[in-house]
């Protein structure tokens, strides 16, 4: 791709975002939304490949149904109240309305068909923008809008999310497939908790982008995009597999990894809420992701294929990881003894 062109996209994706979490006026959130969208399609799209086309229809699609139903949530809010601000949702048919809406843009359960496909289709550091920038402008809109939501709703996709997550990761050998299953589990835990304490959604959110933001960044040095080359990855750069594993297994929430931090503090908050069935049930369906991030982590530095491949196996990486990558990992593995700190400015 152009460079001048990359630079182009990459500035409208920084700019969308900017406007949709900086404004007051949901005409203003829509428009960032669409420049958002108009501006991610050319990387989605820029292998030519059919399965990238594919993948770049697929989202077009999709994008452009929730910003409709954003809009008519808003319109319709607007013709009862008056008011076009964010902040002044009151109608329980717009609310209804943007909370699909939301969950069609974030890949939430009913609406997350269309996420697996898509990433799947893009190169991985396309992959990693969906998985991460691209969900900021929405989480902002849900956290604005977080006291207007209806919360049996938004609980009943967030544990939907989280099974539906654990169940279909299972069974995938594609490791892009893996990651968007394991970001429609890990939505379905900020939204149960979103209504009860937003600047928690939040806070998980950061967490979770940066462990991901470090797994697809050292997937992308050792071009592992299916198990099979996962297993014969640790030649080209043994040390950085290992923090690739302990990656992996913060992402699995397990401790003391900096992973167990959101999903012990989401737990704490839906007790004291009264909530203690709710957070039983999305405690129990983390094991359906536990096992393929265990799976993941176990093929990433310990196993060897049990019979011969038909891969050449690379004695060096293409490139050398960079310094972002050993500052996310550490990040990914090591803010749990922070946690009174990040408690503070919860």
Same mark, same amino acid.
């Given at each position: ?15 969308? *975002? ?23 399609? &050319? ?12 993948? *770049?229809?697929?989202? $077009? ?13 808003s319109m319709i809010n ?31 359960? &009913?609406?997350?068909?269309? $996420? ?5 289709? %893009? &190169? ?6 969906? %998985? ?15 006291? %207007? ?21 299972? =069974? ?21 908790? +979103? ?23 050292? @997937?992308?040095?050792?071009?592992? $995009? ?14 950085? =597999? ?6 992996? @297994? ?14 012990? @503090?989401?737990i704490q908050e839906l %007790? ?7 957070? *039983? ?10 096992? $393929? ?24 990486? =293409? ?25 503070? +400015?919860?």
């Amino acid at each position: 791709m152009n460079p001048y062109a990359k630079l182009t996209f990459s500035l409208s994706l920084v700019l969308g *975002t900017a406007i949709t979490i900086s404004s007051n006026h949901w005409v203003a959130a829509w428009t960032g939304l669409e420049i958002n969208t108009l501006a991610i399609i &050319p990387l989605i799209s820029k292998s030519h490949h059919p399965r990238a086309i594919e993948a *770049t229809i697929k989202y $077009f699609l999709v994008q452009a149904a929730a910003s409709t139903l954003l809009l008519f949530s808003s319109m319709i809010n607007a013709w009862h109240t008056g008011q076009w601000d964010i902040t002044q949702l009151s109608h329980p048919t717009s609310s209804l309305l943007l909370t699909a809406a939301i969950a069609m843009k974030l890949g939430l359960v &009913p609406f997350h068909f269309w $996420f697996p496909e898509v990433l799947q289709g %893009s &190169p991985l550091i396309t992959a990693l923008l969906l %998985s991460t920038v691209m969900k900021f402008p929405p989480i902002t809109i849900l956290f604005l809008t977080s006291h %207007s939501l209806n919360p049996t709703l938004l609980a009943t996709m967030a544990i939907a999310s989280a099974a539906l997550g654990g169940w279909m990761g299972l =069974n995938q050998t594609q490791i892009r497939k893996v990651l968007a299953f394991s970001s429609i589990s890990h939505l379905g835990w900020m939204s149960i908790v +979103l209504i009860y304490n937003p600047k928690l959604t939040l806070a998980t959110f950061y967490i979770y982008c940066t462990m991901t933001g470090a797994i697809f960044l050292t @997937l992308n040095i050792t071009k592992s $995009f299916k198990l099979s080359t996962m297993m014969t990855s640790w030649t080209k750069t043994p040390v950085l =597999n290992t923090t690739l594993m302990m990656t992996l @297994l913060s992402l699995a929430g397990l401790p003391p990894l900096t992973g167990f931090l959101p999903k012990w @503090l989401i737990i704490q908050e839906l %007790s004291k809420q009264e909530m203690a069935v709710p957070a *039983t049930i999305i405690a129990i369906l983390s094991l359906l992701s536990l096992f $393929f991030y265990l799976r993941l982590a176990y093929y990433s530095t310990i196993t060897l294929p049990p019979n011969p491949t038909n891969l050449m196996k690379q004695w060096h990486a =293409n490139k050398p990881a960079s310094t972002l990558i050993a500052t996310l990992s550490s990040m990914s593995t090591l803010l749990l003894p922070l946690s009174p700190m990040i408690l503070a +400015l919860i």
